[in-house]
């Protein structure tokens, strides 16, 4: 079980907007640490897609955003595209695990 | 750009130690950056190893910490991971990657290609 919890997996059409949700507790995502999300394509290694909740790497499409709040955080694309299919990863510190970095379990997105 | 490079035996008998190495381009070790290992499971999730700082201080994750060791060579500008007692459990791809920030914010921007590793005899 990861510290993080994220749904197994989320679908949408093309075209639609889908949300991913990554729950914590009150020592990482609670305790007001930053949150980071990643995206895996199929056999490829992942890549930063949101950093410090709300920030895109430069390349990274506006359709992409974070946000966060309490002990969540979710990662939401818009005008979804095929592309998009992939595992999407949440990050965080944990400060009750001697400061140790946690992902979320992951969620596979599936454009219908 | 850095780049990151893993290299190491794709095969390793249980009870042996698994020896990888990171090799980076593009940029200097002695950065200011923590360099991470994580791995990855078959069909599983991510799971982060620890990291290292050019001047050697270390993180480690506290599942792990009693067997793995991670260490820097600036005079080839790499790193390594050693992990030692290895069983099935630790198959994977292992990947290697960059980070920087304050350690409550760091985010890993740039990722090897990733090695597998197979523990069996």
């Known amino acids: 079980q990861s510290v993080l919890t994220q749904p197994p997996s989320v679908s949408g059409a093309p075209g639609q907007r889908v949300t991913i949700s990554c729950t914590g507790s009150s020592s990482n995502i609670g305790a007001d640490y930053d949150v980071h999300w990643y995206q895996q394509l199929p056999g490829t290694a992942p890549k930063l897609l949101i950093y410090r909740n709300t920030n895109r790497p430069s390349g990274v499409p506006d359709r992409f955003s974070g946000s966060k709040s309490g002990t969540s955080a979710s990662l939401a694309i818009t005008g979804l595209q095929a592309e998009d299919e992939a595992d999407y990863y949440c990050?965080?510190?944990?400060?009750?695990?001697?400061?140790?970095?946690?992902f979320g379990g992951g969620t596979k997105l599936t454009v219908l | 750009q850095v780049q990151l490079r893993e290299s190491g035996p794709g095969l390793v008998r249980p009870s042996g130690t698994l020896s990888l190495t990171c090799a980076v381009s593009g940029g200097s070790i002695s950065s200011d950056n923590w360099w991470s290992w994580v791995r990855q499971p078959p069909g599983k999730g991510l799971e982060w190893i620890g990291e290292i700082y050019h001047s050697g201080s270390t993180n480690y994750n506290p599942s792990l910490k009693s067997r793995v060791t991670i260490s820097v060579d600036k005079s080839k500008n790499q790193f390594s991971l050693k992990l030692s007692s290895v069983t099935a459990a630790d198959t994977a791809v292992y990947y290697c990657?960059?980070?920087?920030?304050?350690?409550?914010?760091?985010?890993?921007?740039?990722w090897g290609r990733g090695t597998m590793v197979t523990v069996s005899s």
């Open positions: 990657a960059k980070s920087n920030g304050r350690p409550t914010a760091r985010s890993f921007d740039i």
């Open positions: 990050q965080s510190y944990d400060s009750s695990l001697s400061g140790s970095r946690v």
